[in-house]
């Protein structure tokens, strides 16, 4: 049973940085494609960034272009959001996902409902 687990959130002051990892176990991650959502409670999950197998193409949301970057490495089966110049808005609860199915992002990839496999979360908190 493939099980994720996000790590890294914390508390960060606005324009600072944080990394997220997501850390596989159970079934290994080259095959599939890897994104993460974040949310806050009352809204709906959404989509901040994709990374696809073997290609390695990455998607980003319009609100985090040219701030976040994400990254695998399969050999260690884990997949890293690293997040610069951190904005109050952006505090919520980020979520790693894959679904077995997909190993593009393809352009459906920030809609939540496709995609099998969540992590518990890990919060971000962006205060000064």
Do not use: H
Not at 2 to 22: A, D, I, M, T
Not at 32 to 48: D, H, L, S
């Amino acid at each position: 049973q493939l099980q994720l687990v996000e790590s890294g959130g914390g508390l960060v002051q606005p324009g600072g940085s944080l990394r997220l990892s997501c850390a596989a176990s159970g079934r290994t991650l080259e095959r599939y494609a890897i994104a993460w959502f974040r949310q806050v409670p009352g809204k709906e999950r959404e989509g901040v960034s994709c990374i696809s197998s073997f290609s390695g193409m990455q998607r980003y949301s319009d609100p985090v272009k040219g701030r976040f970057a994400v990254s695998r490495d399969d050999r260690q089966n884990t997949v890293d959001l690293q997040m610069e110049d951190l904005k109050p808005e952006e505090t919520a609860t980020y979520y790693c996902t894959t679904d077995q199915r997909r190993a593009a992002c393809g352009s459906s990839w920030s809609s939540s409902t496709g995609w099998d496999y969540w992590g518990q979360g890990t919060q971000v908190t962006v205060s000064s």
